[in-house]
């Protein structure tokens, strides 16, 4: 794929290069009492009481907190964030780059659900000094007490951090190549690893996306709910606001999923906008869009509300086009995109003014490498997103065994190529080289290497990529190739009573080829006495039958809740799989048998 204009500023010697912490300096001089950062804290007040740091402020508590920081630790060292999302939180990461101490951003250990990631991030950085909240200080000492982790040299309290340190700070000299912060990977196979995203890294990616999204447009604002612990919500939420003295809105994912409308209302009466979000957000959000919910919200100055970070799906985009369209939504303001840790986090976004491109194609021609475009009333046939073009990087598909690079219409491992990918893994140079040491067997007018090995597979059709899919999660059965999440889709709808977007489909060793078994979680909407699980089963095993032509060695209907997934949201079909072979799974015929 051509490279973006962007890519000469972003050189090694280009202003793009600087260290984006440089210009908080700047915008607390040229605009001090315009906002930065507004947070929305909806545990104080149900209708969200907001909180809102100037530019002036938000460089003063930095520098404060890069003082505090330092006092602590030195460059290099790693500060492990075990707080809430809050603007503690935005401060430490702020403050830390100042420090060049190495931010670790994680979460407060109450969290539910993260435990097992938190322990292995945790355990591989070795933090000197954890930075929290008083009110989470008994949660992080339940940590350190219970598990088998080495304590910090000290535990700094951001919310107790005195503003006037800042007066003692004194700017460093920050090179580019120096690691800013480790982003440690959802981890659904194997330990968490730290990618280590350095300073020039996160201001490339920062300016990147928004030469995609707003090069032209004055003033944009930026709404997000997204955890700061992940990469899509940090750059969204901290690094994209750096880039022009924007300003940002946030909130706490918790404040999101107990009340999605929350994010429409927070999107709603501003002239430029923009958000990001998984699809299973706007998923959920669109399934609860009443029209009495809507009637008062203007979504007409919303530009671009990103889809990201896993498996876009046409029938939600069309779900929620329809559900706010009365609200003023435009179809050309859902963008999606594609990117990954390792990258920082963006690569490509569908970013024109047009409606999302999706185009119809042959299943069983995708599965031998090919992409042919099919008539939508065709059978056998599968819907692909187009997630738009590269900025200021390179994007290659390749023969993963090759390492050729494949025309445009054949399916390869997609590799990147830029300025915004990350050096390697912490700790890890083994993998890092098997990840980031990418050569292309004849690039031609592409660079040779380093190249980062994604992981993924795609298609570049018409200039744009479409995503296929996970290489290791690949179902190969009596020799051919079949997509997981074409199977979780068929099967999600084979019955009312599975919960959609919280199915497993993965392959077990058999005799002579692999297996396939599907596991699906029970829809609540359904009552337990109304649960037929033999009509299920063969609901399931009917629709994927003449749907994909393959047997279900097994099905398994299991209890919310119980279907692994990424910290992004990503059904961890590896992970689900391991559980699976080790008999940990909590089915609802095991339930059922409790209650007879």
């Known amino acids: 794929m051509a490279l973006g204009a962007l890519l000469a500023e972003l050189s090694s010697d280009g202003p793009g290069r600087r260290p984006l912490i440089e210009l908080v300096g700047r915008w607390a001089v040229e605009k001090p009492d315009a906002p930065a950062f507004t947070f929305v804290d909806f545990s ?19 520098r404060a907190t890069a003082a505090a920081l330092r006092q602590a630790a030195k460059p290099g060292e790693r500060a492990a964030l075990l707080l809430p999302q809050r603007h503690e939180y935005m401060m430490t990461m702020l403050g830390a780059m100042y420090a060049r101490v190495v931010a670790v951003p994680l979460f407060s250990p109450d969290l539910p659900g993260y435990a097992e990631r938190l322990i292995g991030a945790y355990t591989d950085s070795e933090p000197a000094v954890i930075v929290t909240t008083r009110g989470s200080l008994p949660h992080v000492e339940k940590f350190l007490a219970d598990q088998d982790v080495t304590p910090p040299r000290q535990i700094l309290f951001a919310d107790e951090i005195d503003p006037a340190l800042a007066d003692t700070w004194r700017d460093e000299p920050i090179s580019i190549d120096e690691v800013a912060y480790l982003q440690y990977t959802s981890g659904s196979t194997r330990r968490p690893a730290g990618v280590e995203i350095t300073h020039g890294n ?46 940002v809105t946030y909130t706490d994912p918790v404040a999101f999923l107990m009340n999605p409308m929350r994010w429409m209302r927070l999107l709603s009466g501003r002239t430029w906008v923009y958000t990001a979000g998984p699809n299973f957000a706007y998923d959920y959000v669109a399934s609860l869009a009443s029209p009495d919910k809507i009637a008062d919200l203007d979504l007409s100055g919303l530009v671009t509300c990103l889809n990201g970070a896993e498996p876009i799906r046409p029938a939600t985009l ?17 963008g999606p995109g594609y990117g990954l840790a390792e990258a920082t986090v963006f690569v490509t976004a569908a970013a024109d003014d047009v409606p999302p491109k999706i185009v119809t194609v042959d299943r069983d021609k995708l599965a031998q490498g090919e992409l ?19 900025m200021g990087q390179y994007v290659a598909i390749v023969d993963p065994d090759t390492c050729a690079e494949q025309p445009d219409g054949r399916v390869g491992e997609i590799w990147v190529h830029g300025p915004n990918v990350a050096p390697g893994y912490w700790r890890n140079s083994e993998r890092s080289q098997e990840t980031f040491g990418g050569v292309l067997a004849d690039p031609g007018d592409l660079p040779a290497g380093p190249w980062l090995r994604t ?22 059965v009596d020799g051919r190739n079949h997509y997981p999440q074409d199977i979780e889709l068929t099967v999600q709808e084979a019955h009312p009573a599975i919960r959609p977007d919280h199915v497993a489909a993965f392959a077990v060793e058999g005799a002579e080829t692999e297996r396939l078994v599907v596991i699906a979680e029970r829809n609540r909407r359904v009552p337990l006495r109304q649960l037929d699980l033999a009509e299920v089963d063969n609901a399931v095993r009917s629709a994927v039958n003449v749907e994909h032509e393959m047997s279900v060695h097994e099905f398994v209907l299991v209890e919310p809740g119980v279907v692994s997934r990424t910290t992004s949201g990503k059904v961890a079909r590896a992970a689900t799989r391991q559980r699976y072979l080790d008999g940990a799974l909590q089915t609802t015929a095991a339930r059922l048998a409790a209650h007879t």
């Open 455 to 476: 992981g993924d597979y795609g298609v570049v059709f018409e200039g744009e990529l479409y995503v296929t899919g996970r290489i290791k999660d690949l179902i190969i």
């Open 44 to 62: 104080l007040d149900p209708q969200g009481a907001e909180i809102t740091l100037s530019w002036a402020e938000t460089d003063r508590r930095a």
């Open 318 to 334: 069309n779900a929620f086009y329809e559900a706010f369209a009365p609200a003023g939504l435009r179809q050309s303001a859902q």
């Open 202 to 247: 996160v201001a490339a990616n920062a300016r990147q996306l928004w030469s995609g999204w707003a090069p032209d447009h004055p003033d944009p604002e930026l709404v997000t709910w997204l955890p700061l612990f992940h990469d899509m919500g940090l750059i969204a939420a901290m690094a994209l606001p750096l880039v022009k003295g924007d300003h």
């Open 372 to 390: 042919a475009v099919a008539d939508e009333t065709a059978e056998r046939t599968t819907a692909l997103v187009s997630c738009g073009r590269p």
